[in-house]
């Protein structure tokens, strides 16, 4: 049973440098999902993509903000010129896109990754 | 206000009593509400999930749903001290259907 994973699991930078993010969702989930979270808040709507398209973005999601899921499969997060505002935990989740009437799958989340900005 | 709305705790219970989480939301049109647990330092893991008004049991969990009221609650029966963590309550909303979370409610079993 392979959940999301997502690497790295830990990354500190310095400000101003560019990271990048990966996420693998479950291998029959067509919905990908990008979350931020930051100490004592609930998680944050980034991004999502159905299958390869980027179908929505967050306005919390500036221009030095970048997703992409190539082919449909992994999804990348990249974040350039970081500043100390983007130290969080980002968080990927998948989920099936068929829907009964309104109801659309569950998401499950991967075990995120945790960046600091130093 | 908020789209979904926790208390934030922290919410202390002795060993073996039932935890009472609470979550209210402010969009009529969000159909599907979830209950996520989080541990320091994880990431939210799904526990129930819940369409339909009234209550859903899954063993020691049960979640109610009271769409008038625009209330969620998630019930946790004989708590033990692994139940300790963070609850997330949160909601489909928008036209991505992207879940919209509270801030959580830090729980507490006390042995």
């Known amino acids: 049973d392979t959940g999301v994973s997502q690497d790295p699991r830990h990354k500190i930078t310095k400000r101003g440098q560019n990271v990048t993010f990966r996420c693998d969702p479950i291998s029959e989930h067509n919905r990908l999902y990008w979350y931020r979270q930051t100490l004592g808040q609930g998680p944050e709507f980034l991004t999502y993509?159905?299958?390869?398209?980027?179908?929505?973005k967050s306005r919390l999601l500036s221009d030095r903000f970048s997703a992409e899921r190539p082919k449909g499969s992994f999804s990348t997060l990249e974040i350039q010129r970081t500043e100390q505002g983007d130290s969080a935990m980002y968080l990927c989740?998948?989920?099936?896109?068929?829907?009964?009437?309104?109801?659309?799958?569950?998401?499950?989340f991967g075990p995120g990754t945790r960046l600091t900005v130093t | 206000q908020k789209e979904v709305e926790q208390n934030s705790g922290p919410l202390s219970v002795p060993e073996g009593a039932i935890a009472s989480l609470n979550c209210t939301y402010s969009?009529?049109?969000?159909?599907?509400f979830f209950w996520y647990r989080q541990y320091s330092g994880k990431s939210p893991e799904l526990i129930m999930f819940i369409y339909s008004n009234g209550d859903k049991e899954d063993g020691r969990f049960t979640a109610q749903l009271n769409k008038a009221s625009q209330y969620v609650s998630l019930l946790i029966r004989d708590s033990q001290p692994s139940d300790s963590a963070t609850y997330l309550c949160?909601?489909?909303?928008?036209?991505?259907?992207?879940?919209?979370f509270g801030s959580g409610t830090q729980l507490t079993v006390l042995p």
């Open positions: 989740a998948s989920s099936h896109s068929r829907t009964s009437g309104s109801i659309t799958y569950e998401q499950y």
């Open positions: 969009d009529r049109g969000s159909q599907s």
């Open positions: 949160a909601a489909y909303t928008g036209s991505a259907r992207q879940l919209t």
């Open positions: 993509f159905q299958n390869e398209a980027q179908l929505e």
